[in-house]
């Protein structure tokens, strides 16, 4: 059985699928574009951070959000009593959040914040998404918590439910606020501008 690449997906990494010579099954051998392993290597980190798929591809095909997911992931991670809980090594995720919103992912190598293993390898039910872990090791998450989170699963809707009913004087839960209902706005106008063509 011969791979075709889905050309509607974003290609980032080059794969080279062929099949194994003494193989009477469909199972291929993949090689890997050497000059891609950083870029690979980058995106298994941040799937352990931040553990959605699509927020990865988002990181590796442009740098437009990388500044707000850092800051939030560096908001969530450095307000909390222990990181060693998350099996993470402060000095690293300093690190690889400061060089993440500018670092060209291709060829920087993000500095290393996990302490054994990847989250993939052992968090059971959080699936690797270390933001859903933190959330889940704190008791009770107060409004401000739930929407970052929501926001960065991609739930506008429930991100939007818990801006809606934000009130706070912190100034960075503010922020992220407004964007989230700007957002939120933004989606429903497009919405209604479709509905309006049928």
Not at 136 to 143: F, K, N
Not at 151 to 166: F, G, I, M, S, V
Not at 180 to 194: G, H, N, S, V
Request: hydrophobic share 40%.
């Amino acid at each position: 059985m011969h791979r075709q690449i889905d050309r509607t997906k974003p290609v980032l990494l080059e794969l080279d699928w062929a099949p194994l010579a003494y193989s009477t099954g469909s199972r291929n051998r993949v090689r890997m574009n050497p000059a891609h392993i950083t870029l690979f290597r980058n995106a298994i980190l941040l799937q352990g951070v931040f553990g959605e798929p699509k927020i990865v591809v988002e990181f590796l095909s442009s740098d437009r959000h990388r500044e707000e997911y850092a800051n939030w992931a560096r908001e969530l991670f450095f307000h909390r009593q222990s990181l060693a809980g998350l099996g993470l090594l402060r000095q690293e995720l300093v690190s690889f959040l400061d060089l993440l919103p500018t670092a060209d992912l291709g060829t920087t190598r993000l500095s290393n914040p996990f302490a054994d293993a990847l989250p993939q390898m052992g968090l059971g039910p959080h699936k690797g998404n270390l933001l859903k872990a933190l959330a889940a090791q704190t008791a009770a998450l107060s409004v401000g918590d739930g929407m970052m989170i929501h926001y960065l699963n991609r739930d506008l809707e429930q991100a939007h439910a818990c801006a809606a009913q934000l009130d706070t004087d912190n100034p960075l839960l503010q922020k992220y606020s407004a964007l989230i209902l700007r957002e939120y706005q933004q989606a429903k106008d497009f919405d209604d501008l479709l509905d309006s063509f049928r």
